[in-house]
């Protein structure tokens, strides 16, 4: 089957890291993708791994271990606006076709 | 920059309407995508498709049915609208799969459609 896992709700302060955890059951593996949805618009893209081990993109970062099903998102200098949810989506295959398979989501509230 | 545009923002319906969601992608993009998402549940795939006139089901097709009979619009129908049918609906697309920058199978996705059923 295919069942993703990510926590429902964070908080973290402003100027924090936070650490948004995310395991995974997919049939076949073609990468994982973190997506970024603020309240009431689209999601977009944040990070592309295909690969184990961490990838870095600014104040974003991102990691996976295929071997075990998990990937996390970091985030370092947290400031209001990464305030959204944050959608772990694997690239699993079925019935012959790649498919993203996305998490309920972790919504991150920062406060001040 | 890439641009996913949908018809409408928001929309409500009548049970037993049909109703027709369109979305348009400007990049040239062979794949396109409908999702639906509700609290709680994430997203879901209804449709996709590879290619002009060609369609395939997702995880939920049920209640839905798609066209493209052009490679830049892929329209999502509800034969006859439900209460249950009532969600924000997500178009997505991107090109083949190839290594592009290391963004393989990016998905860009348009603004959203509201959905109410009354």
Redesign the interface.
């Known amino acids: 089957g295919q069942n993703i896992d990510q926590p429902t709700e964070m908080t973290a302060t402003e100027g924090a890291i936070v650490q948004i955890n995310c395991t995974y059951q997919t049939s076949g593996f073609n990468g994982l993708f973190w997506y970024q949805q603020h309240a009431g618009e689209a999601p977009t893209f944040l990070s592309y791994n295909v690969l184990d081990g961490l990838e870095e993109k600014g104040r974003f970062s991102s990691f996976l271990s295929r071997s075990k099903g998990y990937s996390y998102l970091l985030l370092k200098e947290l400031q209001m606006k990464d305030s959204a949810s944050y959608l772990c989506a694997p690239l699993g295959s079925k019935g012959g076709y790649n498919k993203l398979i996305f998490g309920a989501g972790t919504r991150l509230a920062v406060h001040p | 920059d890439v641009k996913?545009t949908q018809s409408s923002r928001y929309l409500v319906k009548r049970t037993g309407e049909k109703v027709f969601l369109e979305c348009v992608q400007d990049m040239d993009h062979e794949n396109m995508f409908w999702?639906r998402q509700d609290p709680?549940?994430?997203?879901?795939?209804i449709y996709?498709s590879?290619d002009v006139k060609m369609k395939?089901k997702?995880d939920i097709p049920e209640g839905y049915s798609v066209s493209r009979e052009k490679k830049e619009r892929f329209s999502l129908i509800l034969e006859s609208a439900s209460t249950n049918q009532t969600s924000m609906y997500?178009c997505a697309s991107s090109p083949y799969?190839r290594q592009t920058q290391?963004?393989?199978?990016?998905?860009?996705?348009?603004?959203?459609t509201r959905l109410t059923v009354t």
């Open positions: 996913v999702y709680g549940l994430g997203l879901r795939l996709f590879y395939e997702g997500l799969p290391g963004r393989t199978y990016e998905q860009y996705f348009g603004p959203g």
